[in-house]
């Protein structure tokens, strides 16, 4: 594993500290479903484009902004940005993404955070994951013993697609979703990272049991294949992956996702090409797995929960997605193998980011600047 000593030269230091929004500027507001159901959501703190957030074990979280900040947030809102951040490559829809922890944190502190990279100054990029341990020891919390772990392989031109979230598995593995980066074919191609899910142990290197183990050295990283933009990764009850990307022009996904399997981008969509080209139908091609829910016209999905907590018991096992298109969080009931949307939460924002809080509620972000953290409860 090569340190980021050599890779990345810019490291920010110092700690900003940043207060409690009073409570003159707490605010709460109700949100009715589409399905009926009233949620009571509280303005916690804002951001300047908020991407991903992950909670401690001490009901604190940990939050990412694309442009390059990582802070450390209690439930109150107090905020303090973490030393240690490298300089990531931001523009479009690259910058700082998503932040897991280790599933032994307890013990060992690690943290694993997706960004976007450039490695020749600015003429290509990729997605790259790192982990590194919190150090919380004197107060400051700043990152330590920062490893980078992965990148996509090969580094292309734009900036799109990245994909790169980060998910554990029950098993203890690593599992990233990698975009196609907006070039379509190698989602298809067994010596391209891109359009690929990932699956690695949790040190970055190969385990012996991924699928593909005579298609080249790349090609044994990969878990599934064939798809697009994934922006939602989670695992259910029974430990089963399902991911969700978005499609072209309309048809995005929801994916139950099977090792080894191909999901068919760029061949099959449910959406059509943004030229107005039509690509053929999932059910015209079976040899590939068809998603378990579809959206036409398009959500734009971003973040993913698969909710298992007391304060919403109806809801256990129901998908949560953030749109970003759609502005709205959207609840999916998943029923054994098949999905289907059950309700929308509308409000006039675009969501990036959904996840469930220690005590059940959920909490989204807001997309882009001034973008919200909001607890959302059952009205009171």
């Given at each position: 594993m090569r340190s980021l000593a050599g890779l990345l030269a810019v490291l920010i230091g110092g700690s900003a500290v940043i207060g409690a929004p009073s409570?003159?500027?707490?605010?709460?507001?109700?949100?009715?479903?589409?399905?009926?159901?009233?949620?009571?959501?509280?303005?916690?703190?804002?951001?300047?484009?908020?991407?991903?957030?992950?909670?401690?074990p001490d009901g604190t979280m940990l939050v990412t902004t694309k442009p390059g900040k990582?802070?450390?947030?209690?439930?109150?809102?107090?905020?303090?940005?973490?030393?240690?951040?490298?300089?990531?490559?931001?523009?479009?829809?690259?910058?700082?993404?998503?932040?897991v922890l280790h599933p032994e944190f307890a013990q060992n502190n690690l943290v694993y955070i997706s960004y976007a990279e450039t490695l020749?100054?600015?003429?290509?990029?990729?997605?790259?994951?790192?982990?590194?341990?919190?150090?919380?020891?004197?107060?400051?919390?700043r990152l330590a013993d920062i490893q980078r772990i992965w990148t996509q392989q090969p580094k292309v031109r734009g900036n799109g697609h990245y994909s790169h979230r980060i998910?554990?598995?029950?098993?203890?593995?690593?599992?990233?979703?990698?975009?196609?980066?907006?070039?379509?074919?190698?989602?298809?191609?067994?010596?391209?990272?891109?359009?690929?899910?990932?699956?690695?142990?949790?040190?970055?290197?190969l385990p012996a049991d991924n699928p593909w183990q005579d298609k080249g050295e790349l090609a044994k990283t990969f878990w599934s294949m064939g798809h697009r933009n994934l922006l939602g990764i989670d695992f259910d009850s029974r430990g089963r992956l399902w991911t969700h990307e978005m499609g072209p022009r309309h048809g995005d996904e929801l994916n139950l996702i099977v090792k080894g399997d191909n999901y068919g981008w760029?061949?099959?969509?449910?959406?059509?090409?943004?030229?107005?080209?039509?690509?053929?139908?999932?059910?015209?091609?079976?040899e590939f797995n068809a998603p378990k829910a579809f959206w036409v016209p398009a959500i734009s999905p971003a973040g993913f929960a698969i909710y298992d907590g007391d304060m919403f018991p109806a809801w256990r096992g129901d998908g949560f997605i953030g749109g970003l298109s759609s502005r709205a969080l959207i609840r999916v009931d998943i029923e054994a193998d098949t999905a289907r949307e059950a309700e929308r939460f509308e409000w006039g924002k675009r969501v990036r980011e959904v996840e469930q809080g220690p005590d059940g509620a959920l909490w989204v972000l807001e997309d882009r600047s001034g973008g919200r953290l909001l607890k959302l409860t059952p009205k009171s």
């Open positions: 409570a003159a500027a707490a605010e709460t507001f109700e949100v009715t479903g589409t399905n009926g159901a009233v949620l009571a959501a509280t303005r916690i703190t804002a951001f300047d484009e908020p991407w991903a957030m992950t909670f401690l990582l802070f450390h947030v209690t439930q109150e809102g107090d905020k303090v940005e973490v030393d240690g951040m490298w300089k990531v490559a931001y523009g479009g829809q690259g910058g700082l993404g998503d932040i020749d100054n600015g003429s290509t990029f990729g997605a790259a994951v790192v982990r590194a341990r919190l150090d919380r020891s004197d107060g400051r919390p998910a554990f598995g029950p098993d203890g593995m690593l599992f990233i979703t990698s975009g196609d980066r907006r070039k379509k074919q190698p989602a298809q191609d067994f010596s391209k990272s891109l359009g690929k899910i990932i699956r690695l142990n949790d040190d970055g290197t760029p061949i099959v969509s449910n959406g059509d090409n943004y030229s107005g080209i039509p690509i053929p139908d999932h059910h015209t091609r079976p």
